[in-house]
Nanobody
């Protein structure tokens, strides 16, 4: 099992940047694919990005591709999501999650962090 704690959200103006962090507690962090999801009010939780076990492969939803970078540091048990050129439509609660498989489906991630709010003002 792994416990996840997300941080780094905040209020930022459109065009600005934020880096989210997700600290994992457990001895098996490096065996999990890590993902970031977001959920805006009234919307379903949606996939944002994922990174495989050693960081060799990354995956992004089209709306953030080219503006965001997911990375991980297995020595620090931490995954990051750097987001640039933020837009008001990026406003959401962002969640990190861990899975044993390469997937973008929330239902296939058994472990979740508590979420961190990102608000982008226009």
């Amino acid at each position: 099992q792994v416990q996840l704690v997300a941080s780094g959200g905040g209020l930022v103006q459109a065009g600005g940047s934020l880096t989210l962090s997700c600290a994992a507690f457990g001895r098996t962090f490096s065996t999990y694919l890590m993902g970031w999801f977001r959920q805006a009010p009234g919307n379903e939780r949606e996939f944002v990005a994922a990174i495989d076990w050693n960081g060799a492969s990354t995956y992004y939803t089209l709306s953030v591709k080219g503006r965001s970078t997911i990375s991980r540091d297995n020595a620090k048990n931490t995954v990051y999501l750097q987001m640039n050129t933020l837009k008001p439509e990026d406003t959401a609660v962002y969640y990190c999650a861990a899975s044993g498989m390469v997937t973008s489906h929330p239902s296939e991630y058994p472990y979740w962090g508590q979420g961190t709010q990102v608000t982008v003002s226009s």
